[in-house]
């Protein structure tokens, strides 16, 4: 099947083999297993599509990257054996997995292809991805539908392009990764995993009676007082530095040193997209960032627990206020709204999920940040060594185009950095361009409308 990409002139052919089950490869527990009221939610209904790239390795040589990912996947579901089954809706919106032990969906395929050609199209988005991991017909549904679809795409050159769309109310990035290592483990010739994979989803159900002890801003409804359209929208993928992060950091008062990184790329990118959008100065705008609340319980969570454990608590200012302020006020307002996340903060979101009807975050004048880069997926190695990229394969998607996830990356000169894709309408993302690399100090970067990678030239 021949292709294109809006973003790319590479074109190529991808062959598949048909779509096929892989189950455990012994027989696992048949049961019922609830999952979480903080994995439940409406915003985690969605098959999330990751990607894996791999270079040939001359001492793997004799081995067929199909069959020994396809092998590993079987092994690994005998521990993680609830993503071989289904889920199921129960009352009240309330999901369940059947451990049915169904498998997984599995395509073999095989591209005309080599990574070379690919070029710096190594970063979101890629050249066609629909080609990469087929959208099997009904996976796309909630319940009855494998949770897991992977796709292994062999490559002329001797690489190989690993597919994966995990359903996110299954886990989240940190059981993601301790999944993925797990199947790595077993390809690399393991018999159990090194980390013991934990369920214990009944730690974040919902009190009884629910109650909701924390303000929400991130479920607040707002009406839109402008007709939205996703109509001539485009995708590019920005990647930062460690020279880049020095020179927002000179942008920041000492008493803001103490700052992440995530605080000064989260800030520089909501001002940069704020003003791109040229949202009225009056109008609130919502920052909401990914808070991983595992170290925030006492107990801590076990280890090995892989579902979803994270909020996201928004800070909200005006537009005006966000643009006009020295760059140190949105540091700032992004450094305190993680200091929200607690143990009873996520405590309240569960209930709120049972109170309100599990309902979605707010979309207007919003945008979502998650900190995939502390992750680094690129290390998930199944005997062919480290990835050339892993993470995302692209930004939100739907109803969810105001969601970058960051992920760790190299680029063509071997710098370590953090890559972020985002979807803006075209205009907007020219001057979301502008903005992001004046206040990197790139001022003399070249202006690529085609590009779907713009590197800092510091």
Same mark, same amino acid.
């Given at each position: ?16 083999? &048909?779509?096929? #089950?892989?189950?455990?490869?012994? @027989? ?9 009221? *903080? ?6 209904? *969605? ?47 309330? #999901?369940?997995? /059947? ?10 395929? /095989?591209?005309?292809?080599?990574? /070379? ?7 979101? @988005?890629? %050249?066609? $991805? ?8 009904? +996976?796309?549904? =909630? ?12 490559? &002329? ?6 597919? =994966? ?16 290592? +797990? ?8 018999? !159990? ?14 009190? /009884?009676?629910?109650? =909701?002890?924390? !303000?929400?801003?991130? $479920? ?21 530095? %460690? ?16 700052? +992440? ?39 801590? #969570? ?10 996201? %608590?928004? +800070? ?17 307002? *992004? ?20 109170? !309100? ?48 996830? $960051?992920?760790?990356? !190299? ?42 990678? =713009?590197?800092?030239?510091?």
């Amino acid at each position: 099947m021949a292709s294109s990409s809006s973003s790319s002139s590479l074109k190529f052919t991808v062959r598949r083999c &048909k779509p096929q #089950l892989v189950p455990p490869a012994i @027989p696992t527990p048949r049961e019922f297993k609830p999952l979480s009221d *903080i994995d439940d939610q409406e915003a985690l209904r *969605i098959h999330v599509p990751m990607i894996q790239i791999y270079r040939k390795q001359a001492s793997m040589a004799e081995k067929d990257p199909v069959q020994v990912i396809r092998q590993a996947l079987s092994q690994t579901l005998v521990f993680y054996y609830p993503f071989a089954g289904r889920l199921r809706e129960g009352p009240n919106r309330k #999901l369940m997995v /059947d451990c049915t032990g169904e498998g997984v969906m599995f395509i073999e395929a /095989d591209a005309d292809v080599t990574l /070379d050609q690919f070029g710096d199209s190594l970063y979101p @988005p890629f %050249p066609c $991805f629909h080609e990469l991991l087929y959208d099997v017909p009904a +996976t796309q549904q =909630i319940t009855n539908t494998p949770l897991l679809l992977v796709q292994v795409t062999r490559l &002329k050159c001797g690489g190989f392009i690993l597919a =994966i769309g995990f359903h996110h109310t299954m886990c989240d990035g940190h059981g993601y990764e301790q999944f993925m290592s +797990t199947w790595a483990e077993m390809a690399r010739g393991a018999t !159990k995993p090194s980390v013991a994979p934990v369920w214990r989803r009944e730690l974040l159900m919902a009190r /009884d009676p629910p109650r =909701i002890t924390c !303000k929400h801003r991130e $479920f607040e409804q707002v009406k839109d007082t402008l007709p939205s359209s996703n109509q001539n929208m485009v995708q590019r993928s920005f990647f930062i530095g %460690p020279l880049d992060i020095a020179a927002l950091r000179r942008l920041i008062p000492q008493h803001l040193q103490h700052c +992440t990184t995530f605080d000064l790329i989260t800030a520089c990118l909501w001002r940069c997209r704020t003003k791109a959008l040229q949202i009225e100065a009056d109008e609130d705008v919502r920052m909401m960032c990914v808070v991983n609340a595992r170290g925030r319980f006492n107990p801590p #969570l076990p280890v090995g627990y892989y579902g979803n454990a994270f909020a996201y %608590p928004a +800070t909200v200012t005006t537009a005006g206020k966000l643009c006009r302020n020295p760059f140190g006020y949105a540091v700032e307002l *992004i450094n305190k709204v993680k200091g929200e996340m607690t143990e009873e903060y996520l405590q309240s979101v569960a209930d709120l999920m049972v109170m !309100k009807g599990r309902c979605l975050f707010t979309t207007v004048r919003s945008y979502i940040v998650s900190h995939l880069a502390r992750f680094n997926f690129r290390e998930v190695d199944f005997g062919w060594g480290e990835a050339v990229y892993g993470g995302v394969a692209h930004a939100g998607a739907g109803s969810f185009l105001g969601v970058s996830y $960051f992920c760790s990356v !190299k680029n063509g000169k071997g710098e370590e950095g953090i890559i972020f894709p985002i979807w803006l309408p075209a205009e907007a993302m020219e001057r979301f361009a502008e903005d992001f690399n004046h206040m990197l100090g790139n001022k003399n970067q070249p202006q690529n409308s085609s590009a779907t990678f =713009i590197k800092s030239t510091l």
